[in-house]
Nanobody, 119 residues
Framework: QVRLVESGGGLVQPGGSLRLSCAAS????????MGWYRQAPGKQRELVAA???????NYADSAKGRFTISNDSVKNILYLQMNSLQPEDTAVYYC?????????????WGQGTQVTVSS
């Protein structure tokens, strides 16, 4: 069973920074993609940033130039460095991991961490 635990959320002023962490344990299968999603109140969950096993990255337009996704494969921790945060970045941020076990695609989520950007 895969377990993803996010941390690093909190309250930050506009223009500030936060670094989210997602500690993974019990990975089953080979990793396809690791990513961060967010869900604001009343909105659908959306992709923020993704990192493939091959090292390719994909960012939402709103995250480009401000957020950076990275992975420490030794510690098995996925990070999201968020700079120049704005009130519209306020959301619950979720860690996601997609793996493949034989012919089965598996999808795992963390419990989420709240990010609030407000003065």
């Amino acid at each position: 069973q895969v377990r993803l635990v996010e941390s690093g959320g909190g309250l930050v002023q506009p223009g500030g920074s936060l670094r989210l962490s997602c500690a993974a344990s019990g990975t089953i299968g080979s990793i396809k993609t690791m990513g961060w999603y967010r869900q604001a109140p009343g909105k659908q969950r959306e992709l923020v940033a993704a990192l493939t096993s091959g090292g390719s990255t994909n960012y939402a337009d709103s995250a480009k130039g401000r957020f950076t996704i990275s992975n420490d494969s030794v510690k098995n921790i996925l990070y999201l460095q968020m700079n120049s945060l704005q009130p519209e970045d306020t959301a619950v941020y979720y860690c996601n991991r997609q793996t493949k076990l034989l012919t089965t695609d598996l999808n795992y989520w963390g419990q989420g961490t709240q990010v609030t950007v407000s003065s």
